[in-house]
């Protein structure tokens, strides 16, 4: 269940409350009893994780335009095979194939 902040405009009455997302919004303050009692938009608080994602990929800003810094270390690339005049044969193929 997700946490929401609620404000009351009429006292300043601050308090955040667990609810269902399903559930209707309060609406009445529980400090002065005004039915100015509202939901504040706040940010969403999530963490990222898998095999994929790292703590580091979007701390920091490379541009004054928001941009993100690169991870820390970027795949290796693989390594072209080296020419020659026949072709190893492929795998499983015992060389009774005419892939070589």
């Known amino acids: 269940m997700p946490i929401y902040a609620y404000k009351c405009e009429s006292c300043g009455h601050a ?5 269902k997302i399903s559930a209707a919004p309060l609406t009445d303050c529980p400090a002065c009893g005004a039915a100015t009692f509202s939901k504040q938009l ?3 608080g999530f963490q990222l994780k898998g095999s994929g994602w790292y703590a580091t990929d979007f701390r920091g800003s490379t541009s004054g335009a928001g941009g993100t810094t690169a991870p820390a270390s970027a795949p290796a690339e693989a390594a072209a095979p080296a020419a020659s005049d026949s072709p190893a044969p492929a795998a499983g193929c015992g060389g009774s194939c005419a892939c070589h």
């Open 42 to 44: 706040t940010a969403a």
């Open 15 to 19: 308090k955040d409350v667990l609810q």
